[in-house]
């Protein structure tokens, strides 16, 4: 509670601590100058029965003056949040993408229990920053509540009761109120992920060719309404509970103030109060309910805030602990780096992250660990590895002994499912094996930080990432230190056979790729892959190469002809190794070793005349294979 109360205010500090002060100044007058003017009216009513004009006059004045500086107060105090809530809006969304884009391993993007707290997080982050401007407002109720009571007090100590014992179980009943609104979207956070998720495939480019083809949207808007009734039906539920908490807590309030003032008047009838006090009760009585009634509401919202800071202090933690090696040392660092993240222009941001690179690299150098080879003397070997993913029992990898050792390329076969693509995330430090152990040239890879190891590997994948960025943009983004670099740009392209397909764009690499642009340009299948590949050449000597089946929009020829070169390039550079991932077997007989996998095991390895020789699993995928072109 105490710590999550410290980020939500170092947040607010953190945006600006000008503004943060003001608005600490003029919630502190504003809370006096309300008090003040039912202290000034009780006066003008008593100077008025007893006859002084002249000063009553003088006290109506002074109410007068107060109540038009609480106006003008409030709306100072208005104006400034607002602009401190959007400042602060803004920086926690960065904050929230630079550390979900910084964690090494990708187990948070793909785990629902880690999604549904992401997706909560990212939906209230607008609370975090109206839960300090409830903050604010609790200050200045409670100050303003504080001295009604003192001046509730003077009139009759059970008047003060009367009010004051109506409050409290009111706010209980709020809060209660606002922990039912938080669990219900809390439940239907996995539902309203889903139903996003359906919408958006019926409302998205990528999406749209296959959907209208099999005439599949009202059938998936259908769904996503069906989602959308659940989570609605839940955020109702809740949000009746709520009113009916909250219309409870108003009548308590009521009950007190109308005791209070029937107990005042009752006073007054017996002479021990003075008709002026009457009225102070029936103003401050007024402004004692509405404060109170503000203050709980209030609090319902610094109590959401709270929650969401909670989760955010989480998703900083979780963080930490994922990024042993380039963990974060202070509170400002995730901060500095959304706000480099963010700046300008986008060539402004592929500089801003060249210079965050080489500094994560700096720090992640500091902070120890192993050094990847520069280059292999034996290779990759990897020891009964086995692998389940996290939140799943089913392995999915299961006692891998494998050698890949320097300078080869190394087919990866299977079926579909058989645990390819999950053995190169593990290779690619995207994921920790469950069992055993990877070495590079002897190292355990978990020793080496994956930052270190990340700059030594180049991989694309076959879900390759369509950015809508120029195209020089797009290729440089491969190697940020270099992204700006056109020879660098030029050369990957040229590794990658890209060449031409950026000299058919209109203005060459300046062209803007994707719908998002006005008169963007959108490329086919085949050449986005074929500028993928180039993203991938930006790294002129990586260790290991791993291209998986990110040729499936070229032709069988073609895509031999791309693997022949990246594997004749690696080998010069380092013995570097290169994993090839291909259903095609012209491709795959191409590489040194072929390791065939079924059912998360290897079935067999060797090389393409050996294991056709052995007339096994290779034999018959192959054979598979072949029919299938023949029939
Ligand atoms: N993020 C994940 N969480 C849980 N299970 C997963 C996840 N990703 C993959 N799997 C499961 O792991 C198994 C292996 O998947 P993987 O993607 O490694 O197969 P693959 O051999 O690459 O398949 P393909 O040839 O179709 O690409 C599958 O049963 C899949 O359902």
């Known amino acids: 509670m105490t710590a999550t109360l410290r980020t939500l205010l170092t947040l607010a500090w953190r945006t600006d601590r000008r503004a943060f002060l003001a608005m600490a100044v003029f919630l502190a007058l504003g809370a006096v100058s309300q008090g003040l003017v039912g202290v000034f009216l009780r006066a003008l009513t008593d100077t008025a029965t007893a006859g002084h004009g002249a000063q009553a006059s003088l006290w109506g004045l002074a109410a007068g003056a107060a109540l038009a500086t609480g106006v003008a107060l409030g709306r100072a105090e208005l104006a400034l949040m607002e602009e401190?809530?959007?400042?602060?809006?803004?920086?926690?969304?960065?904050?929230?993408?630079?550390?979900?884009?910084?964690?090494?391993?990708?187990?948070?993007?793909?785990?629902?229990?880690?999604?549904?707290?992401?997706?909560?997080?990212?939906?209230?982050?607008?609370?975090?920053?109206?839960?300090?401007?409830?903050?604010?407002?609790?200050?200045?109720?409670?100050?303003?509540?504080?001295?009604?009571?003192?001046?509730?007090?003077?009139?009759?100590?059970?008047?003060?009761?009367?009010?004051?014992?109506?409050?409290?179980p009111s706010l209980l009943v709020r809060g209660r109120a606002a922990r039912h609104v938080d669990a219900a979207t809390e439940r239907t956070a996995e539902t309203a992920r889903l139903e996003q998720h359906l919408s958006e495939s019926v409302?998205?480019?990528?999406?749209?060719?296959?959907?209208?083809?099999?005439?599949?949207?009202?059938?998936?808007?259908?769904?996503?309404?069906?989602?959308?009734?659940?989570?609605?039906?839940?955020?109702?539920?809740?949000?009746?509970?709520?009113?009916?908490?909250?219309?409870?807590?108003?009548?308590?309030?009521?009950?007190?103030?109308?005791?209070?003032?029937?107990?005042?008047?009752?006073?007054?009838?017996?002479?021990?109060?003075?008709?002026?006090?009457?009225v102070l009760v029936a103003t401050v009585g007024v402004q004692l309910v509405t404060q109170a009634s503000r203050l709980a509401f209030h609090v319902g919202s610094v109590a959401a805030g709270l929650r969401a800071a909670a989760r955010l202090a989480w998703l900083r933690a979780y963080a930490r602990t994922h990024t042993p090696a380039s963990a974060e040392s202070d509170?400002?660092?995730?901060?500095?780096?959304?706000?480099?993240?963010?700046?300008?222009?986008?060539?402004?941001?592929?500089?801003?992250?060249?210079?965050?690179?080489?500094?994560?690299?700096?720090?992640?150098?500091?902070?120890?660990?192993?050094e990847p080879p520069e280059s292999f003397a034996q290779g990759i070997t990897l020891r009964n590895v086995s692998f389940t993913y996290p939140g799943t029992t089913r392995p999915v990898?299961?006692?891998?002994?494998?050698?890949?050792?320097?300078?080869?390329?190394?087919?990866?076969?299977?079926?579909?499912?058989?645990?390819?693509?999950?053995?190169v995330k593990l290779l690619c430090g995207l994921y920790q094996p469950s069992g055993g152990e990877i070495l590079l040239d002897g190292v355990p890879l978990r020793d080496v930080p994956a930052v270190r190891w990340r700059s030594r590997i180049s991989a694309v994948f076959q879900d390759w990432v369509p950015f809508e960025l120029t195209a020089a943009e797009t290729v440089g983004i491969g190697d940020l230190p270099r992204m700006d670099d056109r020879t660098?740009?030029?050369?990957?392209?040229?590794?990658?056979?890209?060449?031409?397909?950026?000299?058919?764009?209109?203005?060459?690499?300046?062209?803007?790729?994707?719908?998002?642009?006005?008169?963007?340009?959108?490329?086919?299948?085949?050449?986005?892959?074929?500028?993928?590949?180039?993203?991938?050449?930006?790294?002129?000597?990586?260790?290991?190469?791993?291209?998986?089946?990110?040729?499936?929009?070229?032709?069988?020829?073609?895509?031999?002809?791309?693997?022949?070169?990246?594997?004749?390039?690696?080998?010069?550079?380092?013995?570097?190794?290169?994993l090839l991932i291909t259903h095609r077997f012209p491709t795959v007989r191409m590489a040194d070793l072929i390791v065939v996998l079924d059912g998360g095991r290897i079935a067999e390895q060797g090389g393409h005349g050996e294991l056709m020789a052995r007339q096994g699993r290779y034999a018959e995928l192959h054979a598979i294979q072949r029919a299938a072109a023949d029939g």
């Open 397 to 423: 990898l299961r006692g891998i002994d494998l050698s890949l050792p320097a300078g080869a390329t190394v087919a990866l076969v299977g079926s579909h499912g058989s645990g390819k693509t999950t053995l």
């Open 84 to 168: 401190l809530a959007e400042r602060m809006g803004l920086s926690v969304q960065e904050e929230i993408l630079t550390l979900t884009s910084g964690v090494p391993t990708i187990e948070h993007l793909e785990r629902p229990a880690y999604l549904d707290k992401l997706t909560t997080l990212r939906d209230e982050s607008r609370q975090l920053y109206f839960a300090v401007w409830a903050l604010a407002l609790v200050a200045e109720h409670a100050v303003q509540i504080g001295l009604g009571v003192v001046l509730m007090a003077a009139v009759h100590p059970l008047v003060t009761l009367l009010l004051g014992g109506a409050v409290l």
């Open 488 to 578: 660098a740009v030029d050369q990957a392209l040229e590794r990658a056979g890209a060449t031409e397909v950026v000299a058919g764009l209109p203005r060459g690499l300046d062209t803007e790729l994707g719908d998002s642009f006005e008169g963007g340009m959108t490329l086919s299948g085949g050449q986005g892959q074929r500028l993928a590949l180039a993203r991938a050449s930006m790294r002129e000597e990586p260790l290991l190469l791993v291209l998986d089946e990110p040729t499936a929009s070229l032709d069988a020829p073609a895509e031999s002809a791309v693997f022949a070169r990246y594997a004749q390039a690696a080998r010069r550079h380092r013995a570097a190794i290169t």
């Open 203 to 278: 409302t998205t480019p990528r999406t749209a060719k296959e959907i209208r083809l099999s005439r599949a949207a009202p059938a998936l808007e259908a769904m996503a309404a069906h989602r959308w009734e659940e989570v609605s039906a839940g955020s109702s539920r809740a949000g009746v509970r709520a009113a009916l908490l909250t219309f409870a807590g108003s009548g308590t309030f009521l009950a007190g103030y109308v005791s209070a003032l029937g107990c005042a008047a009752w006073l007054a009838a017996q002479g021990r109060a003075t008709p002026g006090d009457v």
């Open 331 to 370: 509170d400002d660092a995730p901060h500095a780096r959304a706000r480099a993240a963010t700046k300008g222009h986008t060539r402004e941001r592929g500089r801003d992250h060249s210079r965050e690179h080489g500094r994560d690299h700096g720090r992640d150098r500091a902070a120890g660990g192993a």
